[in-house]
């Protein structure tokens, strides 16, 4: 295997008790993301793991669903960003990138910010954008924490401080969207860093 190549792994390991109940219960499925590995050694080495009942190797997925734009926010919203985006991932992908989209619409603060910090646990994020009409308090702060772990922050014109926070924003989402995905695109000539601190 090269340098560079992916490993995934869905592992499968039962509860050390020889009760076929507790072993159901006590089940637990890992999905293992690795690099640079020797693949039939990490399968033998799997399959000699006490415990592992099976593993299942999988296709590179940043080789599958490459780089990540994830959209959290209003419902309404979410579907306008999430139209500009996959429309724009579509033309990229169409000349051998890969890039996906991801949404998830959700009301309230607190559920907001926790998802916007969950962001930087995601594999292959590379961007997020917040589609709103009030965001604030512990979002903004949450979206503060996100941009210095390197993840920049596109956000809907609305009220609130997150207007202050992100890096750019973007009155129309479809045209958010668009935009999100063409500052993670490596076919595209938009440099969000040229950008940052604007409203469009």
């Not at 993301?33 to 793991?49: F, K, N, W, Y």
């Not at 997150?162 to 999100?180: E, H, K, R, Y």
Request: aromatic letters at 2%.
């Amino acid at each position: 295997m090269d340098a560079d190549s992916t490993v995934a792994a869905d592992d499968i390991v039962e509860a050390p008790s020889g009760n076929a109940l507790a072993v159901v219960a006590g089940a637990v499925e890992i999905e293992i993301e690795v690099q640079g590995l020797d693949e039939e050694r990490l399968v033998r080495t799997l399959h000699a793991t006490p415990g592992v009942r099976a593993h299942r190797l999988t296709r590179a997925l940043d080789r599958i669903f490459g780089k990540r734009v994830i959209v959290i926010g209003g419902g309404a919203q979410v579907a306008q960003v999430a139209l500009g985006a996959v429309s724009e991932a579509d033309r990229h992908n169409l000349r051998g990138e890969r890039i996906s989209v991801d949404t998830i619409a959700l009301v309230g603060e607190k559920e907001i910010a926790a998802a916007v910090r969950a962001v930087a646990d995601l594999p292959r994020a590379r961007l997020l954008v917040l589609a709103g009409s009030i965001m604030g308090g512990d979002i903004s702060v949450a979206a503060r924490e996100l941009r210095e772990q390197g993840i920049p922050v596109i956000c809907l014109n609305m009220v609130g401080s997150i207007t202050d926070v992100a890096d750019l924003v973007v009155s129309d989402p479809v045209q958010a969207g668009t935009m999100a995905v063409m500052a993670v695109a490596d076919t595209a000539t938009f440099d969000l860093a040229r950008q940052r601190g604007r409203r469009y």
